[in-house]
């Protein structure tokens, strides 16, 4: 199992930014993507990208406001935010390992332990 672990949360006022990085113990292959989680809400899946860089699946909340990339020589993905809105306020999830283009988390093997953001008016 493919161990990540997340890092650039913090707290910022709305229309700021932020970048989420996820390093990867391994890179498999297989679709990654970035998650959130906001306080009594289910999780959500916001973007996943291609082994070979591309982009998809994109949650129509977050289109134009927010970008992924990776560098495989880090073996490291990363979600760059711009202009934050408050609804954006929730934990953020890198997730690894499915075979499906899909943004269900039941497709995804291995999971982050999370990073906080959170965007104040």
């Known amino acids: 199992q493919i161990q990540l672990v997340e890092s650039g949360g913090d707290s910022v006022q709305a229309g700021g930014s932020l970048t989420l990085s996820c390093a990867a113990s391994?890179?498999?292959?297989?679709?990654m993507a970035w998650f959130r989680q906001a306080p009594q809400k289910e999780r959500e899946g916001i973007v996943l990208?291609?082994?070979?860089?591309?982009?998809?699946h994109w949650h129509d909340s977050v289109k134009g406001r927010f970008t992924i990339s990776r560098d495989n020589a880090k073996k490291t993905i990363y979600l760059h935010m711009n202009n934050l809105k408050v609804e954006d306020t929730a934990v953020y999830y890198c997730?690894?390992?499915?075979?499906?283009?899909?943004?269900?988390?039941?497709?995804?093997?291995?999971w982050g332990q999370g990073t906080q953001v959170t965007v104040s008016s």
């Open positions: 391994e890179f498999d292959g297989n679709y």
């Open positions: 990208i291609f082994p070979d860089g591309g982009d998809g």
């Open positions: 997730a690894a390992g499915s075979r499906y283009y899909s943004l269900r988390s039941g497709d995804y093997v291995s």
